[in-house]
C-alpha cells in the first residue's frame, strides 16, 4: 500500500489516541494537578511507543522530579543514522475555564479541527511519531531514539539537564525536535531560528527617604522619574530597540510574517502602528526587542504627595541568532548606567541569560526532510523563526556538535497553543506523519 494511505488508515487509531491522551491532565505542576497525571501519561506514552518496537523504553526520572520516557529501535543496519525522536507529554493548564467553548480535556472535533489542551502542544506531535512509524511498519531503514519530556511547559529544566549528563542514550545524527509547527495550515515550515534572551533588574536610587512632593519637589531628584528616563532611551522614535553597542537593522531571509496575520495574532488594538523600521519577521525573528516586564514604584491606590526616592523595573531582552547573550548582557547593562540622568544611583542585577539558535541547514537530513515536507504537502519547505527560545535547543546543539536539529510539528498559528481552545487540524497529523515517515526513509539512502 501506498504509504499516504497508510497513513490515511491509521488516522481513525490517531484519533482515538489523541482523545486518550488529552483525557488526562498532565500538568506538570503538583499545585494544580495531582503528579499521578503526569505518571498516566508518562505510562500511556511508554505503553504507546514499546507496543511499536521500542522494546527497551522506560521511565527516566530528571532534575526536577518529572519523568522522561527514553527508548530505542535498532535497525538491522547498525551503520545506518541515527534519528532522535522528540516530543513533551505535559501541557499548559488550561488557564481561563471559562473562555473554552468546549471542555479542555475532552477531544471535540468543531469543525474541521480538534479541540482541547495538548491536541497540538505537545500530544499532536506525540501522535503524529506514532503514526508515522505506525505507517511505515517494520520497514524503518534508520536506528530511531526516542525522548518524551514531561516538564517542557514548566522550564524547570529537566530534561536540559539530563542530556548532558545520558549523553550517549540520546545521541543521534539528527533529531527532530517536534514542538513547533507549519507556516498555516498545509504549507510545510521548518523553524531554524530561534531568539536568545538577557533579563535584568535596573534599580535606582535617588533619595534616603519619601519627602513631600510640595515642600521638596522641583530641585529633589526623582527616582521614578529617572527611570522613566532611561527606560525611554531603549526605543526611539520608530519603536526600534536602541542598546548601544547592539545592532538593530538585520534582516530576515526566510518566510515572511504577513502584517495583517501579526496584527490579528497579536491582538493589536485599531490605529495602534507596529514598532520598528523592519518588516514583522525582521522585528521578529532578527533584531533585538526589550520589553518592561514590571516595574516596581507606588500603586495609584495608596500612592502619597511624596517623591519616590527608589524604583526598580525587570527588563526581558530578546535578542537574535548572531548575538552573545554576554555581549548583549554587557551592552545593556553599560547602557542602563549611562543613560541614568541626575547622577542618580543606579545599580543592575543580571537575572538570567539564554543563547539564540540557529539550525544547521545544509546537511542530509535537512536535504531529506525538504524534500519528505515537499512530497507529503505538495509545496516547497520554508524556513521560520520564533521570537521566543527553546533552551533544549541550545543543549542538544552543545552536546551533540554534528548532529542536525530539525524544528517541525502541528502547531500551526491557528493551533492557539498556550491559548484557551486549543486546537490541532487533523489533516496536519496526516500529512505531517507523511513526511516524517518519508524522511525516515529517505534519511538512509
Ligand atoms: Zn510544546
Not at 49 to 57: K, L
Amino acid at each position: 500500500m501506498e504509504l499516504r494511505d497508510c497513513v490515511d488508515g491509521l488516522m481513525g487509531q490517531a484519533r482515538s489516541d489523541l482523545a486518550e491522551l488529552v483525557a488526562i491532565p498532565s500538568v506538570a505542576d503538583p499545585r494544580q494537578y495531582p503528579a499521578e497525571e503526569c505518571a498516566r501519561a508518562a505510562q500511556w506514552v511508554l505503553d504507546a511507543f514499546a507496543a511499536i518496537g521500542f522494546t527497551d523504553a522506560h521511565l527516566a526520572e530528571t532534575a526536577d522530579g518529572s519523568q522522561a520516557v527514553v527508548g530505542s529501535r535498532p535497525c538491522a543496519d547498525p551503520e545506518a543514522p541515527t534519528v532522535l525522536l522528540y516530543a513533551h507529554y505535559d501541557v499548559q493548564p488550561p488557564l481561563d475555564e471559562e473562555a473554552w467553548r468546549t471542555p479542555p480535556f475532552e477531544l471535540t472535533e468543531v469543525g474541521d479541527r480538534w479541540y482541547g489542551r495538548g491536541t497540538a502542544d505537545c500530544k499532536g506531535n506525540i501522535v503524529m511519531h506514532l503514526t508515522a512509524l505506525r505507517a511505515l511498519g517494520d520497514d524503518v531503514p534508520v536506528n530511531l531514539k526516542l525522548v518524551v519530556e514531561g516538564s517542557e511547559e514548566q522550564g524547570t529544566g529537566g530534561l536540559e539537564d539530563f542530556v548532558p549528563k545520558h549523553a550517549d542514550l540520546l545521541r543521534a545524527d539528527a533529531i527532530l525536535v517536534c514542538d513547533t509547527g507549519n507556516a498555516a495550515v498545509g504549507h510545510p515550515a521548518a523553524t531554524v531560528s530561534l531568539r536568545g534572551m538577557v533579563n535584568v533588574v535596573v534599580s535606582v536610587e535617588a533619595l534616603a527617604s519619601e519627602v513631600h512632593s510640595g515642600m521638596f519637589g522641583g530641585p529633589a531628584p526623582d527616582a521614578l522619574a529617572a527611570l522613566i528616563a532611561i527606560l525611554g532611551t531603549l526605543r526611539d522614535s520608530d519603536g526600534n530597540t536602541t542598546v548601544a553597542g547592539l545592532e538593530n537593522d538585520q534582516v530576515w531571509t526566510g518566510e515572511v510574517y504577513p502584517e495583517d496575520q501579526f496584527r490579528s495574532d497579536a491582538g493589536v488594538v485599531e490605529g495602534a502602528s507596529l514598532l520598528g523600521s523592519g518588516a514583522v519577521s525582521d522585528m521578529l525573528w532578527a533584531r533585538p526587542s526589550l520589553t518592561t516586564l514590571g516595574i516596581d514604584c507606588p500603586p495609584v491606590v495608596g500612592s502619597a504627595a511624596a517623591i519616590p526616592p527608589t524604583a526598580r523595573a525587570r527588563l526581558n531582552l530578546r535578542i537574535p541568532p548572531g548575538t552573545e547573550p554576554a555581549a548583549a548582557e554587557k551592552a545593556l547593562r553599560e547602557h542602563l548606567v549611562a543613560a541614568a540622568p541626575w547622577g542618580v544611583h543606579v545599580t543592575v542585577e543580571t537575572e538570567a541569560t539564554g543563547s539564540p539558535f540557529r539550525a544547521e541547514t545544509g546537511g542530509p537530513a535537512y536535504r531529506a526532510i525538504a524534500s519528505a515536507m515537499e512530497e507529503a504537502f505538495g509545496r516547497p519547505m520554508v524556513s521560520l523563526g520564533q521570537g521566543g527560545s527553546i533552551p533544549l535547543c541550545n543543549v542538544f546543539a552543545e552536546t551533540y556538535p554534528g548532529a542536525e536539529l530539525i524544528l517541525i510539528g502541528v502547531e500551526e498559528p491557528l493551533a492557539l497553543i498556550h491559548a484557551p481552545n486549543e486546537s490541532v487540524h487533523p489533516q496536519e497529523i496526516a500529512d505531517m506523519a507523511l513526511a516524517e515517515a518519508l524522511f525516515l526513509q529517505r534519511l538512509s539512502r
